[in-house]
């Protein structure tokens, strides 16, 4: 052990990634950056190619840093795993997705365990970093590691660090991000810890995996209960003819006991929709009902019909009938300045729209064109300098750069679901 640290902090220590997406890419971009030879382990082709060649496919990694990294060598890809082998710690950060019926889909975890397992060395350390439910480490990767005969904690090191990625947040990143690691034995989260602390400014150290697994869930779970609340509130101030936009302005000049939350028409991402959902199944699975957790998902998961049903009830007082309207949604990501839909609450709203019969086109100038429904749909371009063909321009994803008052002089009829145009005093403006 003692020469393992030794290896650690002088860089004598080669960092395997599963995963180059948008965890894993800026997570091998720090260990490059701290010195550290890294080696990005991907299934895609397209993406080894890029890091090849210098590109950059994240938008928050600049492709001038990969390009210098993988010109020193410090940075390379491949999809051959046979070379796990050659790697000190392998860190997995593949995706979890929900099944149809919101269980875990833990597939990527197992086929990325299996390809460590069949490469698995004494010494290294293994970090499982994909989101997940409390026991996938110690229940499904430890057993598969441990197949061979090598033990966890005395051949091997295994924790977990679950990531805490923000895409498009320009504050904070892998660095500066504290890092939570919980191993299955206190060596194990020691080691991961102090690899961790070579590329992150804090580490914290929980007693096990489990409880770094449930940490991530926590936030998250705090995040969709406490949306799940403001947008029953806004369907509140909407019965009492309130604007809840001003109520929540009001209570946040409270300057203790209080934290803002904003309505919307959904949640998505890659997080907050999922992470819920993974505690749910499990408690489940231990014969306890998550209340807070399946009513929270219920509230987030009507907003988007709240959302039409509003625009058509606004369209409707002016003598318009959906079907004979045409629309413009503003935005598709998940969230505003990025171009990441996953999740979107977009979709769902683009989808119900068209429901209607109503003629639709989005704008986005981080997304060109989206799949929906198994379908791709082209952004209209241009729409900003036609607004005036438009019956109803719908903000979705308030972007940043897109000039509001502007666009709200150029419209007939604004319906601002993320109070975007706060500022703007306007009777064509109609909040959520």
């Known amino acids: 052990m003692k020469i393992i640290k030794e290896a650690i902090k002088t860089r004598n220590y080669k960092v395997g990634i599963i995963g180059l997406g948008y965890v894993g890419l800026p997570l091998a971009m720090e260990f490059a950056r701290s010195g550290f030879t890294t080696t990005g382990f991907e299934v895609d082709a397209e993406k080894v190619k890029a890091i090849a060649r210098g590109a950059s496919y994240i938008p928050d990694i600049p492709s001038s840093e990969v390009r210098e990294f993988s010109k020193s060598g410090k940075l390379k890809a491949t999809a051959d795993f ?4 050659n790697q000190d710690a392998v860190i997995i950060c593949v995706p979890t997705p929900l099944r149809k019926s919101k269980d875990p889909d833990v597939s990527y975890i197992l086929n990325a365990t299996g390809k460590v397992a069949n490469n698995l060395r004494k010494g290294q350390i293994i970090i499982l970093e994909s989101t997940t439910y409390p026991g996938t480490t110690r229940e499904l990767v430890r057993p598969m590691l ?12 295994l924790a977990f660090s679950p990531e805490r990625v923000d895409p498009g947040n320009i504050e904070y990143g892998v660095k500066n991000t504290p890092k939570i690691v919980g191993g299955v034995t206190p060596a194990c989260t020691k080691l991961a810890g102090l690899l961790y602390s070579q590329v992150v400014d804090t580490v914290i150290e929980v007693s096990n995996t489990e409880t770094a697994e449930l940490v991530k869930l926590l936030e998250n779970t705090f995040r969709a209960v406490n949306i799940a609340m403001i947008n029953e509130m806004s369907l509140m101030c909407r019965k009492l003819g309130l604007n809840i936009w001003e109520v929540i302005a009001a ?4 300057p203790f006991g209080f934290m803002p939350f904003y309505p919307g028409p959904g949640i998505g991402g890659h997080c907050i929709p999922l992470d819920p959902h993974y505690l749910g199944w ?3 699975t231990l014969n306890f009902e998550p209340r807070f957790i399946e009513l929270a998902g219920a509230v987030n998961s009507s907003m988007p019909y709240h959302t039409v049903s509003m625009i058509t009830e ?3 007082t002016r ?3 959906m079907k004979a309207s045409k629309l413009l949604m503003i935005g598709m990501t998940y969230k505003p300045d990025i171009s990441d839909p996953r999740e979107s609450p977009a979709k769902d709203v683009f989808i119900l729209l068209k429901k ?4 639709v086109d989005f704008y986005d100038p981080y997304v060109p064109s989206i799949e929906i429904d198994g379908r791709i749909h082209k952004g209209a371009r241009n729409a900003l300098k036609n607004l005036k063909k438009y019956d109803c321009v719908i ?5 940043s750069c897109i000039d509001y008052p502007a666009l709200v002089r150029g419209s007939k009829l604004v319906f601002d679901a993320r109070n975007a145009a706060k500022n703007i005093k306007s009777p064509k403006i109609h909040r959520l």
Do not use: W
């Open 82 to 85: 046979s070379l796990l082998k």
């Open 146 to 157: 441990e197949a061979a005969g090598m033990k966890a904690g005395r051949d091997f090191h």
């Open 251 to 254: 209570a946040a000049s409270k």
């Open 282 to 284: 499990k408690m489940k």
């Open 314 to 316: 606004l369209l409707n």
């Open 319 to 321: 003598g318009k009938a």
């Open 356 to 359: 209607t019969q109503a003629e």
């Open 395 to 399: 903000i979705i994803t308030p972007h």
